[in-house]
């Protein structure tokens, strides 16, 4: 069983277009996130939603929007694309949302490929 | 601002040669420290939580200590299928649920 999913895998797409990707994680998890891979490997955090409410917003362009219908799912909306968007972008869930030592699952991961 | 550094940045080590895996933290109130492995084209895979000076962890040939500025992955006899990346990230009471990663240690165990 899958236990944090995104799609697509991968995805390939032309700069100012506009894209989602969706995630969804089956552990009964209340709080997800956004995280971007840039080339150098670096993970860092972009948003997190706790039961549908955002609790963290990072430094990111508002051309990102996220969007939580539920606690089990997150999406990743971005408008605009530009070159600089390429990049992995995993999406983690966990339990609870703040003061826990709580980890964190990370799903597969979306390629974001723009050209 | 919290900080983490990893060292170093790529480990190559023969089959059998076992080696230890830097990660140093500057956090205010620290809220636990995660060590994750990460194998190309995947996300990264929970390894161990380490919450406080003193504790150890370990998991088969991987072993995490930590001490109030720095935690180290001890890699015992390890094999080819070792090879992966190795994050290391911190949680401070300030930052709440925002995780914040070191840029991760490369590592290849030839066989």
């Known amino acids: 069983d899958t236990a944090v999913s995104q799609t697509p895998k991968y995805l390939v797409t032309q700069m100012g277009n506009d894209k989602s990707i969706k995630c969804e994680q089956n552990l009964g998890h209340d709080t997800m996130y956004w995280y971007k891979q840039d080339s150098k490997k670096f993970l860092k955090i972009m948003f997190s939603?706790?039961?549908?409410?955002?609790?963290i917003n990072e430094t990111v362009p508002n051309r990102f929007s996220p969007k939580s219908p539920d606690k089990a799912h997150l999406n990743l909306h971005i408008n605009s694309l530009e070159l600089g968007d390429s990049a992995v972008y995993f999406c983690?869930?966990?339990?609870?949302?703040?003061?826990?030592?709580?980890?964190?699952?990370f799903g597969p991961g979306t390629r974001l490929t723009v050209t | 601002e919290d900080q983490v550094t990893q060292s170093p940045e790529a480990l190559r080590l023969q089959e059998g040669e076992s080696s230890s895996l830097n990660c140093s933290y500057t956090v205010s109130g620290l809220r636990g420290l995660f060590w994750y492995r990460q194998d190309p084209g995947k996300g990264p895979e929970f390894l161990f939580t380490?919450?406080?000076a003193g504790e150890e962890k370990e998991k088969e040939r991987l072993k995490a200590t930590l001490t109030k500025k720095e935690s180290f992955l001890h890699i015992t006899a390890p094999k080819p299928e070792d090879s992966a990346t190795y994050l290391c990230a911190v949680r401070s009471k300030a930052a709440g649920n925002k995780l914040t990663f070191g840029g991760g240690t490369r590592v290849l165990v030839k066989p």
């Open positions: 939603y706790n039961n549908k409410e955002l609790i």
């Open positions: 380490l919450y406080s």
């Open positions: 983690a869930s966990s339990q609870g949302r703040s003061g826990g030592y709580y980890e964190q699952y």
